[in-house]
T-cell receptor
């Protein structure tokens, strides 16, 4: 099993550009989520999903869109990148939607110039 | 916000010593989790303690939970240089399904050889 796979690992964007961060898991987990990690801020939840076709907002959803068409994939879309979105992004999944440990990907370092 | 807060922000000890980190949170929870993050990597789950549990052990890790004080502690016994990492606590929002999982800002642990 590969676990949780995130691509790309690094990305540089110009302000206003759009892009999609990819996340895939091969553990048949129902729960998937996206976090951003900024220095001194810990991890903040952007969006999450408890199953295919079901998504909901986290703490900091503005400027990001998600969709969940399959159990395996949970892409995060930046609609119009801003310097404030410079961060490290982590995708995580869990086997349980009623409370279980998260499995994290290795992260995407995004810089918006 | 339900976000947990770890204390201290940074901890520096010698190999062989014990390391204690604390976490406080604000509202009722179903469970509390501790994660470790090595520099430049994703988070790795260490241990989960449910709200009806008071203490849990896993190898050199000991976690306590005091729901009346809304606090938890993580003890790492006989620390090793390889334990150098950031440690985060995470809490849910007390709902019946896993929706939002809130992370604190972490404790940076440095273990000197």
């Amino acid at each position: 099993n590969a676990g949780v796979t995130q691509t790309p690992k690094f990305q540089v964007l110009k302000t206003g550009q759009s892009m999609t961060l990819q996340c895939a898991q091969d553990m048949n987990h129902e729960y998937m989520s996206w976090y951003r990690q900024d220095p001194g801020m810990g991890l903040r939840l952007i969006h999450y999903s408890v199953g295919a076709g079901i998504t909901d907002q986290g703490e900091v959803p503005n400027g990001y869109n998600v969709s969940r068409s399959t159990t395996e994939d949970f892409p995060l879309r930046l609609l119009s990148a801003a310097p404030s979105q410079t961060s490290v992004y982590f995708c995580a999944s869990s086997y349980s939607i009623t409370g279980g440990s998260l499995f994290f990907g290795s992260g995407t370092q995004l810089s918006v110039l | 916000s339900q976000q947990g807060e770890e204390d201290p922000q940074a901890l520096s000890i010698q190999e062989g010593e014990n390391a204690t980190m604390n976490c406080s949170y604000k509202t009722s929870i179903n469970n509390l989790q501790w994660y470790r993050q090595n520099s430049g990597r994703g988070l790795v789950h260490l241990i989960l303690i449910r709200s009806n549990e008071r203490e849990k052990h896993s190898g050199r890790l000991r976690v306590t939970l005091d729901t009346s004080k809304k606090s938890s502690s993580l003890l790492i016994t006989a620390s090793r240089a390889a334990d150098t990492a950031s440690y985060f606590c995470a809490t849910d929002d007390g709902s019946s399904t896993l929706g939002r999982l809130y992370f604190g800002r972490g404790t940076q642990l440095t273990v000197w050889p």
